[in-house]
């Protein structure tokens, strides 16, 4: 049986009398994209540091490719590439300089390092930019040099921590696009706080609230996993919440402005079957009706309900 890639028991870690996190346990087996999902504060960050072998845990193992990082931690380094949320840049050196510099840092051999860089540059997108300073580059390619020092090494485990914060909605499709490609050939570990973030891109969603796992799962797992409760209406002509809540199945209806509403329903299907008969026989016009995700924060505190039952 092959060693699982990320295999994480019991693990736990204290700032003070704070737990950060709590008697964590999972295991990633195979290549992909999984998504470390949780609100601020939640304990993403301290799980990949001690992962990452920043910081030693409280308590609990650790295991890269079954080597313990808290008894090798060098061994288990050379395995993993990592992007922190602020990338570890020298913003003086050219990108070329840079990561020749971080390809050395791994221990490369000298004779290795020149087509390393090369490689990296080109897989990132950075060819043409080698001899820019890094602190004249826009914040996307400043990203952009961030991954290619956690992959110059060919990890067998790339963990990145809030990739895509700060960026323009340009610079944020380039980078999944990055993410998408680096994890043909690795593990990727994908840290954010932003729902979309893993829906668009993450194989399994793994989240993390107070310090505890709460959910992991598939993307369609999780998206199975919390009901929604609201659906999103849109009309040509005006009405009023009164009457969108006294069609049967309703139970609240909130105005968005304009002629837009929230509605909140028992049963979705029957109530969309609803609004729809009622508007073409009013002739209210619908021009749009869908049901609605819940907002991350209510998930977050439905999953947290759901694992103290």
Same mark, same amino acid.
């Given at each position: 049986?092959?060693?699982?890639? /990320?295999?994480?028991?019991?693990?736990?870690?204290?700032?003070?009398?704070?737990?950060?996190?709590?008697? /964590?346990?999972?295991?990633?087996?195979?290549?992909g994209i999984y998504g470390l999902l949780g609100s601020n504060g939640a304990g993403k960050s301290t799980l990949m540091?001690?992962?990452? !072998?920043?910081?030693?845990?409280?308590?609990?193992?650790?295991?890269?490719?079954? #080597?313990?990082?808290?008894?090798?931690?060098?061994?288990?380094?050379?395995?993993?590439?990592?992007?922190?949320?602020?990338?570890?840049?020298?913003?003086?050196?050219?990108?070329?300089?840079?990561?020749?510099?971080?390809?050395?840092?791994?221990?490369?051999?000298?004779?290795?390092?020149?087509?390393?860089?090369?490689?990296?540059?080109?897989?990132?997108?950075?060819?043409?930019?080698?001899?820019?300073?890094?602190?004249?580059?826009?914040?996307?390619? +400043?990203?952009?040099? !961030?991954?290619?020092?956690?992959? *110059?090494?060919?990890?067998?485990?790339?963990?990145?921590?809030?990739?895509?914060?700060?960026?323009?909605?340009?610079?944020?499709?380039?980078?999944?696009?990055?993410?998408? +490609? #680096?994890?043909?050939?690795?593990?990727?570990?994908?840290?954010?706080? =932003?729902?979309?973030?893993?829906?668009? =891109?993450?194989?399994?969603?793994?989240?993390?609230?107070?310090?505890?796992?709460?959910?992991? !799962?598939?993307?369609?797992?999780?998206?199975?996993? =919390?009901?929604?409760?609201?659906?999103?209406?849109?009309?040509?002509?005006?009405?009023?919440?009164?009457?969108?809540?006294? #069609?049967?199945?309703?139970?609240?209806?909130?105005?968005?402005?304009?002629?837009?509403f929230r509605i909140y329903f028992n049963d979705a299907q029957d109530v969309m079957d609803r609004v729809v008969e009622q508007s &073409?026989?009013?002739?209210?016009?619908?021009?749009? *009706?869908?049901?609605?995700?819940?907002?991350?924060?209510? #998930? &977050?505190?439905?999953?947290?309900?759901?694992?103290? +039952?």
């Amino acid at each position: 049986m092959n060693e699982p890639i /990320v295999k994480v028991e019991h693990l736990s870690h204290r700032y003070s009398v704070q737990w950060a996190v709590r008697d /964590v346990s999972f295991e990633i087996p195979t290549h992909g994209i999984y998504g470390l999902l949780g609100s601020n504060g939640a304990g993403k960050s301290t799980l990949m540091n001690i992962m990452c !072998g920043v910081m030693k845990q409280t308590e609990g193992k650790a295991y890269i490719k079954g #080597i313990d990082t808290s008894v090798d931690p060098v061994a288990s380094k050379r395995l993993i590439g990592f992007l922190p949320q602020k990338p570890p840049l020298y913003n003086d050196l050219s990108v070329e300089e840079y990561l020749s510099f971080t390809a050395r840092l791994r221990w490369m051999p000298k004779n290795e390092v020149k087509t390393a860089v090369e490689e990296v540059m080109e897989k990132c997108a950075l060819t043409h930019f080698r001899k820019r300073v890094i602190k004249n580059l826009s914040g996307g390619y +400043q990203q952009r040099v !961030g991954i290619a020092q956690a992959i *110059i090494h060919k990890p067998q485990l790339v963990v990145l921590d809030e990739p895509t914060n700060g960026l323009d909605p340009n610079q944020i499709i380039e980078i999944r696009s990055l993410i998408r +490609q #680096i994890a043909e050939e690795r593990t990727v570990i994908l840290s954010t706080h =932003i729902l979309s973030e893993v829906q668009a =891109i993450c194989d399994e969603i793994m989240m993390i609230e107070e310090g505890q796992m709460v959910f992991k !799962g598939t993307v369609s797992d999780f998206d199975n996993y =919390i009901a929604p409760s609201t659906i999103y209406a849109s009309f040509i002509e005006s009405l009023s919440a009164d009457t969108l809540a006294s #069609i049967e199945g309703v139970l609240k209806v909130d105005e968005l402005g304009g002629k837009n509403f929230r509605i909140y329903f028992n049963d979705a299907q029957d109530v969309m079957d609803r609004v729809v008969e009622q508007s &073409f026989k009013h002739k209210w016009r619908l021009s749009e *009706i869908r049901v609605e995700k819940n907002e991350l924060n209510a #998930i &977050f505190a439905e999953l947290s309900k759901k694992k103290s +039952q």
